[in-house]
C-alpha cells in the first residue's frame, strides 16, 4: 500500500500521489505532513533542494485551503522564477484531479503583469511569487493579504541572499497575524534566524540533515592543481575522465562563465552558458537544452543557476571556490536530488586548499582529495567507454539489412581484430592524440605519495556472471560503500569474482558489502591476500589491457598494476 495512504488525506490528493508514483514520504515529508495535517502551527524546516520539500509543503497546503472558496488563501514566496514555476507546476500536479476547483496562479518578474493580474482576479487560492513581483501586485491591491492563511517562505536563505530582505520585511508585516508560516531553508545564516524570531511564533523546528550541512549522498571531491593556468586543463581532464557526465559548471564572475563556456566549446564540448547578461529569452532558451540533455555541460554563476531544478545531475564542479561558504552547499545540492547521488568537485590551487577545510566545517562533511587524471588514464577510460558502447548499442536489424550485404563485402579482406582495431581507433585516436604526451597537472607538494600508493586489494565474489563489468561494478561497489567511484581502483572483474583496491582508510567502509546480498547470494568480500590460491583457479573473462599501459607517462600516479591479476 502507498505509504501517503497512512496520512488523513483527500482521496483526490491520495490519486494524484499515486500517479506521481510517490511511494513513501521522504524524510521531510515524513515530519512536515503529519504535523501540518494535525496542527495549525508555525515551522522552520531546514531541508536542502532535492529533499521533497515542495511536496512536504504543499500536500498539507491542499488538504487544508477550502476549495469551495476562491479566495486567496496561501501564499508561497521563492527567490526565483523558475522556482516558482516549478512549484505552481508541482502543485498543480497534485490537485489534477481537482483541477475545475483549485487554481494555482505562479507570479514572477520578466512577465507581463497584466495577465498575472488577470489570472488572480479570476480567482487562486494559491499563489506562488518571488518577492520583488508580489510587492508590486500588493502595492496595487491585487493580491490581500489579510485572508492568507498559509504562508511558504521557500529558500529563504536564498531569498536573503539575493536581496530580498526588505521586500520579505514588508510582506510579512502585511499578512494578518491568524496565518500560520512556513520556513524552508537549505541553511541558517542570522538573517534567516532573524526572520524566524521577529516573525514567527512557537515554530516547530524540523530538520533534515545538520544545519549548513551538504546532502549525504554526495561525494565531495577535490582536485590540487600546479598553477591557476591549469584549470582549464584541469577541468577538461575531469569531464573526460567521466564520459557520461552531465553536469553544471559554477564560476565566479559572468565573465569566465562565458570565457570556459566558449572554450569548451570551441574544444567540441557539448556545453553552454548560463548568466545575468543573457537575455531571459537566451537564458530560457540554454535552460530548455540543458533540462532535455540536448547539452551535457551548463557553465553557470551562481545568481543565474538560483532555482535550477533539473534531475540527474552528476556532477557539479566549482571551477572556481565561492567565497561564501554556504554558496558551495547551493551548488553541491543541484545534484543527488530525488534520493539519487551526485559528485561535487572543486578545483583549487594549493592556496586556495586551506577554503577545503573551513568547508568540510561548515558543511560537516568530508572532501576527499582526487589526483586529477593523467593523459593515459583519460585515455584508457575513453577507449573502454567507447568499446563498452559499442558492445551495448541496440542495433536496428530492419533498417540495417539492405546495406549489410553490401559493408560485409568491403570488409571481407579484414579479420575480425583488425576490424575492430580500425573501427576503435577511427573514433578514438582524437582523443590519443590530444593526451599522449599531456603533462601531469596535479600539485604533489602537499601530497603524501606513500599513502597515495598505499592501497589495500580486495577480493569480492561478485562477476561477470553477476551481470557486472568493472564500470558497473564499481558504481555498485561504491553505491553499497558510499566509497566515492574514483577511489575504487584497479577493478578487475572474472567471471565469478573480482578484485579491486581501496585505500586503508576506506577498507571498514567496503567491509560494509558482507552485510548485504545479491541476487539472494551473500555477498563476501576479503583482502584479496587471504584469498590468494582460490583467485588462482579461476582466472578468464577479466578486462584486457588497453595496452596503453606501457605508455604511462607520469609517474607520481599509482601504476596501474594489471598484471598483479595473474599471480592470483
Ligand atoms: P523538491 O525537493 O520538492 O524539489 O523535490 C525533488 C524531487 O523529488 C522532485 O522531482 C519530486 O517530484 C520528487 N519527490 C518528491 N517527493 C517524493 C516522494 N515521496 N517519492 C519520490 N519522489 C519524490
Same mark, same amino acid.
Given at each position: ?379 584508457? /577510460?575513453?577507449? @573502454?567507454? !567507447? &568499446?563498452?558502447?559499442?558492445? %551495448?548499442?541496440?542495433?536496428? +536489424? =530492419?533498417? $540495417? /539489412?539492405?546495406? @549489410?550485404? !553490401? &559493408?560485409?563485402?568491403?570488409? %571481407?579482406?579484414?579479420?575480425? +581484430? =583488425?576490424? $575492430? /582495431? ?147
Amino acid at each position: 500500500m502507498n505509504e501517503f495512504r497512512n496520512y488523513p488525506l483527500n482521496e483526490w490528493i491520495l490519486k494524484a500521489i499515486d500517479d506521481l508514483g510517490y511511494q513513501t514520504p521522504t524524510p521531510v515529508q515524513q515530519q512536515t505532513i503529519p504535523l501540518l495535517l494535525e496542527q495549525d502551527t508555525d515551522v522552520i524546516a531546514l531541508a536542502q533542494t532535492g529533499t521533497g520539500k515542495t511536496a512536504a509543503f504543499g500536500i498539507p497546503m491542499l488538504q487544508k485551503i477550502d476549495i469551495k472558496s476562491r479566495i486567496t488563501q496561501a501564499l508561497i514566496i521563492a527567490p526565483t522564477r523558475e522556482l516558482c514555476l516549478q512549484i505552481s507546476n508541482d502543485i498543480k500536479d497534485l490537485s489534477k484531479h481537482q483541477r475545475d476547483n483549485i487554481n494555482v496562479v505562479a507570479v514572477y518578474g520578466g512577465a507581463n503583469i497584466e495577465t498575472q493580474i488577470k489570472q488572480i482576479k479570476q480567482g487562486c487560492q494559491i499563489i506562488a511569487a518571488t518577492p520583488g513581483r508580489l510587492v508590486d501586485l500588493i502595492d496595487r491591491k491585487v493580491v490581500k493579504l489579510a485572508e492568507i492563511r498559509i504562508l511558504v517562505l521557500d529558500e529563504a536563505d536564498e531569498m536573503l541572499n539575493m536581496g530580498f530582505k526588505e521586500d520579505i520585511d514588508y510582506i510579512i508585516e502585511q499578512t494578518s497575524q491568524q496565518k500560520q508560516t512556513w520556513l524552508f531553508s537549505a541553511t541558517m545564516p542570522n538573517e534567516v534566524a532573524r526572520i524566524a524570531k521577529n516573525y514567527m511564533y512557537n515554530a516547530v523546528e524540523i530538520s533534515v540533515g545538520n544545519k549548513n550541512a551538504a546532502a549525504s549522498n554526495i561525494q565531495h571531491i577535490f582536485y590540487t592543481i600546479n598553477q591557476n593556468k591549469h584549470r582549464y586543463l584541469a577541468l577538461k581532464r575531469i569531464i573526460d575522465y567521466s564520459p557520461d557526465v552531465f553536469g553544471i559548471i559554477f564560476c565566479r564572475t559572468k565573465i569566465d562563465t562565458q570565457r570556459v563556456a566558449d572554450m569548451l566549446i570551441k574544444d567540441g564540448y557539448s556545453a553552454d552558458a548560463l548568466h545575468g547578461d543573457l537575455s531571459q529569452a537566451q537564458r530560457d532558451f540554454v535552460m530548455k537544452r540543458f533540462r532535455n540533455k540536448s547539452i551535457q555541460l551548463l557553465i553557470a554563476t551562481d545568481v543565474a543557476a538560483r532555482g535550477i531544478d533539473v534531475d540527474n545531475i552528476t556532477h557539479v564542479i566549482n571551477y572556481d571556490l565561492p567565497d561564501d561558504l554556504e554558496v558551495y552547499t547551493h551548488r553541491s545540492g543541484r545534484t543527488a536530488r530525488a534520493g539519487k547521488s551526485g559528485i561535487s568537485v572543486a578545483i583549487v590551487t594549493s592556496s586556495e586548499a586551506r577554503k577545503i577545510k573551513d568547508l568540510e566545517k561548515f558543511a560537516k562533511t568530508k572532501f576527499h582529495r582526487s589526483l586529477i587524471p593523467t593523459g593515459i588514464q583519460v585515455c584508457e /577510460k575513453q577507449l @573502454l567507454h !567507447l &568499446v563498452d558502447k559499442i558492445k %551495448e548499442t541496440a542495433v536496428d +536489424e =530492419e533498417n $540495417i /539489412k539492405d546495406f @549489410l550485404p !553490401l &559493408v560485409l563485402e568491403r570488409l %571481407e579482406s579484414l579479420s575480425k +581484430e =583488425e576490424l $575492430i /582495431k580500425k573501427l576503435v581507433w577511427e573514433e578514438f585516436s582524437r582523443f590519443y592524440t590530444y593526451y599522449q604526451n599531456a603533462p601531469d597537472i596535479n600539485n604533489m607538494k602537499d601530497v603524501d605519495v606513500s599513502s597515495h600508493r598505499q592501497s589495500v586489494r580486495l577480493f569480492l565474489n561478485l562477476g561477470e556472471m553477476d551481470g557486472f563489468n568493472w564500470q558497473s561494478l564499481k558504481d555498485y561497489v561504491s553505491d553499497v560503500t558510499s566509497i566515492p567511484n574514483a577511489f575504487i581502483k584497479n577493478m578487475d572483474v572474472k567471471k565469478s569474482f573480482s578484485f579491486f583496491e581501496v585505500s586503508p582508510g576506506d577498507l571498514d567502509k567496503a567491509m560494509r558489502m558482507n552485510d548485504g546480498h545479491f541476487n539472494n547470494r551473500a555477498v563476501k568480500l576479503q583482502k584479496a591476500e587471504t584469498v590468494k590460491k582460490e583467485g588462482g583457479s579461476g582466472g578468464g573473462g577479466g578486462r584486457k589491457s588497453s595496452g596503453f599501459g606501457k605508455r604511462r607517462s607520469s609517474s607520481d600516479q599509482k601504476p596501474r598494476s594489471r598484471n598483479r591479476s595473474r599471480s592470483y
